[in-house]
C-alpha cells in the first residue's frame, strides 16, 4: 500500500517534475521571479495592515474586501519566501562564483577553481558550459570548443532584441562591482517588475482602483501621500496625482530605463 501511495503521488507530480527539468537553464530566474513576487506579496500585506486596515470595519471601505485576499497572499509570500528564497539564494551563490571565477585572466586561478566552476555550470545549466568552455580556450588551456558546443554571446536577444538579452545594461554599467546586474536573467526580473509597478500605479493616477461604494466602478485613486499622512480620507476622483504615488512612478521609470543595454559608443568611435 505505501509502495502503491508513493507510485500514485509520483505519478500525479511527474509532468510538473518532467516541466521544471526541462526549465534547468531558467531556475535562476524562476526561482527569482517567484522570491519577488513573494516579496512583493509581503510587503503589500505589511502595507494593508499598517495603513488601511484601520478603518477595515467601516461599510463603506473599499478596503474591507480585500482582507481575505491580503491573508491570502501573506500566507503565500511568506510560504515562498521559507522555501524558494534559500534555493534562489543558493542559486544566486553558485551564479555569483561562476562570474567571478569567468572574470580571471590567471591560468592558474582557473585550473584551481575548476570543480567550483563544473559545480555551478551543472546547476545553471543553459549556455554556461560554453561559457566556461571559451573561457579555457581563450587561457590556452584547451586548442578548441568542444564538439557540438558552440558559444551563444546574448541568449533570448532574438525574441526581444538587444534589451531582452542583454548582459550590459545600464545598472550593470552604473554598478559594475556587483555581478548580479550583469546576468540577463536578473535584468528581466528587474524590468519585468518595474514595468508591471509602473503601470499599477499609473493605472490608479489616471483611473482608479478604489470604489465609492460597493456597488459603484473603480473610478477613485488611492492616495498614498493621504496614507501615509493619516488624512481623514485615503481616495480622491480620479486622475489625480499625488506626491508619493509619482515619485514610486518616477522610481519604477528610472528602474526600467536603467534596465536597458548600454550604448555601445566605443565600437561608433573606432569606426569613425
Known amino acids: 500500500m505505501v509502495r502503491s501511495r508513493k507510485k500514485k503521488k509520483k505519478s500525479l507530480f511527474q509532468p510538473l517534475t518532467d516541466w521544471w527539468d526541462e526549465q534547468r537553464d531558467r531556475h535562476l530566474v524562476l526561482l527569482g521571479m517567484l522570491f519577488t513576487l513573494g516579496t512583493m506579496m509581503l510587503v503589500w500585506a505589511i502595507v494593508f495592515f499598517a495603513f488601511l486596515s484601520s478603518n477595515v470595519q467601516q461599510e463603506t471601505n473599499e478596503w474591507a474586501k480585500w482582507s481575505t485576499l491580503t491573508w491570502v497572499g501573506a500566507f503565500l509570500g511568506l510560504v515562498s519566501t521559507i ?107 528587474l524590468a519585468g517588475t518595474s514595468i508591471v509597478g509602473l503601470i499599477f500605479f499609473l493605472w490608479n493616477a489616471v483611473h482608479g482602483v478604489a470604489r465609492e461604494t460597493e456597488a459603484s466602478s473603480r473610478n477613485m485613486t488611492v492616495d498614498l501621500t493621504a496614507i501615509v499622512t493619516g488624512a481623514e480620507y485615503n481616495a480622491t476622483w480620479a486622475p489625480h496625482f499625488d506626491l508619493i504615488g509619482g515619485m514610486l512612478m518616477i522610481f519604477f521609470g528610472t528602474i526600467l530605463y536603467m534596465t536597458s543595454p548600454t550604448p555601445d559608443d566605443s565600437s561608433s568611435d573606432e569606426e569613425e
Not at 582557473?110 to 551543472?122: H, I, Y
Not at 550590459?168 to 548580479?180: A, H, I, K, T
Open 83 to 189: 522555501f524558494i528564497a534559500p534555493e534562489f539564494f543558493h542559486y544566486l551563490a553558485h551564479y555569483n562564483t561562476l562570474q567571478e571565477i569567468l572574470a580571471t585572466d590567471s591560468r592558474a586561478e582557473l585550473a584551481q577553481r575548476e570543480a567550483e566552476a563544473r559545480d555551478a555550470v551543472k546547476l545553471l545549466g543553459g549556455h554556461w558550459l560554453a561559457r566556461f568552455e571559451s573561457k579555457k580556450v581563450e587561457l590556452g588551456m584547451r586548442k578548441s570548443m568542444p564538439a557540438g558546443l558552440e558559444l551563444i554571446e546574448s541568449e533570448g536577444g532574438q525574441l526581444l532584441g538587444s534589451w531582452w538579452g542583454t548582459e550590459s545594461s545600464r545598472l550593470s554599467e552604473r554598478f559594475q562591482n556587483v555581478e548580479m546586474f550583469k546576468d540577463s536573467g536578473i535584468n528581466r526580473i
